[in-house]
Nanobody, 124 residues
Framework: VQLMESGGGLVQAGGSLTLSCAASRSMFTLNLMGWYRQPPGKERELVAA???????FYADSVKGRFTITRKNAENILLLQMNSLKPEDTAMYYCGTDPQVSDYDPWNPDDFGSWGQGTQVTVSS
């Protein structure tokens, strides 16, 4: 599956952005899909993910501020980001296609399909 992210940009602290990830095939056939981010010089980390059955995972740092929405009929995964902070600055990636049956949503290495990423920069 091919993934394409959009919606990143430069925003002031306290602002909002909505990221969108478009999938090249029916999302009804996909298991867990997630948003991950990689700050400069750091490893990729889970931001939010949703399983095929609707179970949602959020990193503690974004709970209450970010909302993930999976729209299978439109083949789109959204990430609404509110109350953005400078520490949210990172490249944001959409990921899916678990490579193992006992995949861990918190481990990006368990997933085989990624988009090219979209940059989010939050100024203070």
């Amino acid at each position: 599956v091919q993934l394409m992210e959009s919606g990143g940009g430069l925003v002031q602290a306290g602002g909002s952005l909505t990221l969108s990830c478009a999938a090249s095939r029916s999302m009804f056939t996909l298991n867990l899909m997630g948003w991950y981010r990689q700050p400069p010089g750091k490893e990729r980390e889970l931001v939010a993910a949703v399983s095929g059955g609707g179970t949602i995972f959020y990193a503690d740092s974004v709970k209450g501020r970010f909302t993930i929405t999976r729209k299978n009929a439109e083949n789109i995964l959204l990430l609404q980001m509110n109350s953005l902070k400078p520490e949210d600055t990172a490249m944001y990636y959409c990921g899916t296609d678990p490579q193992v049956s006992d995949y861990d949503p918190w481990n990006p290495d368990d997933f085989g399909s990624w988009g090219q990423g979209t940059q989010v920069t939050v100024s203070s």
